[in-house]
């Protein structure tokens, strides 16, 4: 473990090939060249220049590790990544914004988006039968909340 760092990531997703550069730490982060990835029981070890042994990689523990976005592999067809859905616009069908994506909520059974709206706060699936597209130069999800999701006075959304 000779400045090894041990990477646990936010989702199931496999580390990126091809990548070469990650962003360390939080406001003051550091950009490091990345030497060695290789998993490691439902984690990585990740080697950086500069790291070379336990004392300077224990100084970053608990680091915030992140890609830069222009090491990314482009998403595939239908595919997006979560930063992508952070700060955008969710659209219904009929026009009407819903408010903001504020974050996707991983849970066992969906994923959830966290809306952030003029009606406060609402969570609303991520699956392909309400979340209908996403269009990245304008950064607006078009989405179809089914009948009854929520339901205020001011604002009734099911169906007659």
């Known amino acids: 473990m000779r400045g090894e760092l041990r990477v646990v ?4 997703t496999p580390f990126p090939a091809g990548v070469t550069r990650v962003r360390l730490g939080g406001g003051a982060a550091r950009v490091y060249e990345l ?3 290789r998993p490691a029981h439902g984690a990585w070890l990740v080697t950086l220049a500069g790291v070379g042994d336990r004392d300077a990689a224990a100084a970053l ?3 915030e590790l992140a890609v830069e976005v222009g ?3 482009p998403p595939g067809d239908g595919e997006l990544y979560v930063f992508e859905l952070e700060g955008a616009t969710v659209v219904d069908e009929q026009g009407r914004t819903l408010g903001v994506v504020a ?3 991983e849970r ?3 994923d959830l988006l966290r809306v952030e709206g003029p009606d406060g706060e609402l ?3 991520y699956v392909a039968e309400i979340v209908l597209g996403f269009d990245r130069p304008s950064r607006t999800l078009l989405v179809r909340p089914p009948a009854g999701l929520w339901h ?7 169906q007659p």
Not at 9 to 12: A, E, I
Not at 152 to 158: P, V
């Open 9 to 12: 990531s936010r989702g199931d």
């Open 35 to 37: 030497c060695r990835v």
């Open 61 to 63: 523990a608990g680091a």
């Open 71 to 73: 090491e990314l592999p």
């Open 103 to 105: 974050s996707l909520l």
């Open 108 to 110: 066992p059974a969906q």
């Open 123 to 125: 969570l609303l699936p």
């Open 152 to 158: 205020s006075g001011a604002d009734d959304r099911r």
